[in-house]
């Protein structure tokens, strides 16, 4: 205990950075999907892809079948996908860190299956998986 009362601003320090690792996890909430589990769903027909980078991106490479909706249009947007709330809603953004507030925003229009691409396109990429311009 003397030694906390001590070094008081240290163990401040050292709190606050062990606070700052731990928050992007506990953050992110819902479901996410690696890129072989998203495979699997494109591969039986059972999945829509939203890919919610902006236009510029999703011309330089993009899963196949996806539909570019940028994430700041994605509210106004959601009746353009109304027809595929049947199968699983699969949002892609670069690093899979944005697509969470998309998966948000799908849940709220009404999507019961929604998922991320666990580390965006860029783990996409490093796997190795194709994608189309």
Not at 58 to 64: D, K, M, P, Q, S
Not at 109 to 112: C, E, L, N
């Given at each position: 205990m003397k030694f906390i009362l001590d070094h008081i601003f240290l163990v401040g320090i050292a709190v606050l950075s062990g606070g700052a690792l731990l928050w992007p996890a506990l953050t992110q909430r819902g479901k996410k999907a690696t890129p072989l589990e998203v495979t699997q769903l494109i591969n039986r027909g059972k999945a829509t892809i939203v890919d919610v980078r902006d236009a510029d991106a999703?011309?330089?490479?993009?899963?196949?079948d996806a539909r570019n909706i940028p994430l700041k249009d994605l509210k106004g947007r959601t009746?353009?996908?109304d027809k595929l709330k049947s199968k699983t809603a699969v949002v892609v953004c670069q690093k899979g860190t944005r697509a969470y507030g998309?998966?948000?925003v799908l849940e709220q229009?009404?999507?019961?299956d929604v998922v991320v691409?666990?580390?965006g396109i860029d783990a996409w990429q490093t796997q190795g998986l194709p994608t189309t311009k």
């Open positions: 999703f011309a330089a490479g993009h899963l196949r009746g353009e996908l998309a998966a948000k229009a009404g999507f019961t691409l666990d580390g």
